[in-house]
């Protein structure tokens, strides 16, 4: 999912490009899903994010180059639903990921569909508490309350094949937020304190954290 424009950031880079350690988000996330199980990627773009679509096509050549859908931009949720009719889903769950994540890799991806495949079901919610975004020093907006604990979805889920089973959020502000993908309450619930999908990047003071966290390895993965 890349076709926010990024408001929160400021600035007039769409949030998909905007540069972590050197290197576009979207470059970040792709890379990722490259390195996973994951067999094809789709990169939904929107009219709020026209060079994110011709950074995309400057990828054509390169292994990880996905495929494009044009979603109509009228927030994360209606534009995931409109991706997933699409695409032609077929009843097969699918994995959805935001461009915001750019500590998210291979091992971090897998690990979510491991945890898709050991529940019933087929759709999960990756939550992380919000108490271990602060920890980080990340933002941690969009608050819900799963069991007693403060969570924040992540912006990584995995979703049912049927239209309209991408989650019960609005995301009218087509910012392109992993926040705006709010599917708490939609299938199975997986609580992961993991930092490479607790950082995702709405403010500057997320990339300065991002990049710091980049550059530490002794981040630790870890799931609850």
């Known amino acids: 999912m890349c076709g926010g424009r990024g408001t929160r950031l400021g600035g007039g880079t769409e949030k998909p490009l905007r540069e972590v350690a050197g290197r576009p988000m979207v470059d970040r996330v792709l890379d990722a899903l490259a390195e996973s199980r994951v067999e094809t990627i789709h990169a939904v773009v929107s009219p709020h994010a026209t060079r994110t679509r011709a950074h995309l096509a400057a990828r054509a050549s390169e292994s990880a180059s996905p495929s494009v859908v044009e979603a109509p931009g009228n927030g994360y949720v209606a534009d995931l639903q409109h991706a997933m009719e699409a695409i032609g889903a077929d009843g097969r769950p699918r994995l959805t990921v935001a461009a915001d994540l750019p500590l998210l890799d291979?091992?971090?991806?897998?690990?979510?569909?491991d945890a898709a495949r050991a529940v019933d079901g087929d759709s999960l919610t990756v939550c992380v508490p919000a108490a271990r975004k602060r920890e980080l020093g990340v933002s941690a907006d969009?608050?819900?309350?799963?069991?007693g604990r403060e969570v924040v979805p992540a912006g990584i889920n995995?979703?049912?094949?049927?239209?309209?089973d991408g989650g019960n959020g609005t995301g009218d502000d087509?910012?392109?937020?992993?926040?705006?993908?709010?599917?708490?309450?939609?299938?199975?619930?997986?609580?992961?304190?993991?930092?490479?999908i607790a950082v995702n990047v709405n403010y500057p003071s997320d990339v300065r954290?991002?990049?710091?966290?980049l550059a530490d390895d002794s981040t630790h993965h870890t799931d609850r």
């Open 106 to 113: 291979g091992a971090a991806v897998n690990a979510v569909l």
């Open 142 to 147: 969009a608050t819900t309350e799963i069991d």
């Open 158 to 164: 995995v979703v049912g094949g049927r239209a309209g």
């Open 174 to 196: 087509a910012d392109g937020s992993a926040d705006d993908a709010d599917d708490a309450g939609e299938g199975a619930v997986h609580l992961t304190d993991d930092a490479r």
């Open 209 to 213: 954290t991002a990049e710091r966290l």
